[in-house]
T-cell receptor, first 111, second 114 residues
Framework: GESVGLHLPTLSVQEGDNSIINCAYSNSASDYFIWYKQESGKGPQFIIDIRSNMDKRQGQRVTVLLNKTVKHLSLQIAATQPGDSAVYFCAEIDGSEKLVFGKGTKLTVNP | DAGVIQSPRHEVTEMGQEVTLRCKPISGHDYLFWYRQTMMRGLELLIYFNNNVPIDDSGMPEDRFSAKMPNASFSTLKIQPSEPRDSAVYFC????????????FGNGTRLTVT
């Protein structure tokens, strides 16, 4: 089975609130993790990545947290906007050196 | 840069017909990936190339699928003969350091086989 999965398939938030999307992975040897955003009718778009020698990385309005102890990854979006509505995928370089995608979480931002 | 360019955006064909999907990677990227996306299975890697050479085709479903990369700026994914279960969105992606750098995806080709 897949080594990357998501706790919540859907997430609905109010505009302006912060969003947190979670992801679990099972391969403790994985050393590179990526978050992608996919809008309807488009391909996945790179948001932010993190390597296993870090536990936090920040971008513009986004933060990725990596907890290697419990094999958990999260994406935090600050001040969520309607344009953030999309499906978010976490992806992991697994032990076979392949990029494995999770099933995705659909984020809906309500005005 | 125009990004990864795929054509056609939509393809509707009848079972048994040959289908050819096309991809132009980002200039300078020497890794090219073909993925398939369905609701049931999510994003699956079909094959990837490095410097125009196929490196891993273990994800290609069966012999009906073939992929080529005749030069650094062009790749094709061919299905012959097509079947209804091949209906999916097919994505091409490229990167400059394989999996050690983010993949840049095209907007995909939505294939419907009737």
């Amino acid at each position: 089975g897949e080594s990357v999965g998501l706790h919540l398939p859907t997430l609905s938030v109010q505009e302006g609130d912060n969003s947190i999307i979670n992801c679990a992975y099972s391969n403790s040897a994985s050393d590179y993790f990526i978050w992608y955003k996919q809008e309807s009718g488009k391909g996945p778009q790179f948001i932010i990545d993190i390597r296993s020698n870090m536990d936090k990385r920040q971008g513009q309005r986004v933060t990725v947290l990596l907890n290697k102890t419990v094999k958990h990854l999260s994406l935090q979006i600050a001040a969520t906007q309607p344009g953030d509505s999309a499906v978010y995928f976490c992806a992991e370089i697994d032990g076979s050196e392949k990029l494995v995608f999770g099933k995705g979480t659909k984020l809906t931002v309500n005005p | 840069d125009a990004g990864v360019i795929q054509s056609p955006r939509h393809e509707v064909t009848e079972m048994g017909q040959e289908v050819t999907l096309r991809c132009k990677p980002i200039s300078g990227h020497d890794y090219l990936f073909w993925y398939r996306q369905t609701m049931m299975r999510g994003l699956e890697l079909l094959i990837y190339f490095n410097n125009n050479v196929p490196i891993d085709d273990s994800g290609m479903p069966e012999d009906r699928f073939s992929a080529k990369m005749p030069n650094a700026s062009f790749s094709t994914l061919k299905i012959q003969p097509s079947e209804p279960r091949d209906s999916a969105v097919y994505f091409c992606a490229s990167s400059n350091r394989g999996y050690n750098s983010p993949l840049h995806f095209g907007n995909g080709t939505r294939l419907t086989v009737t």
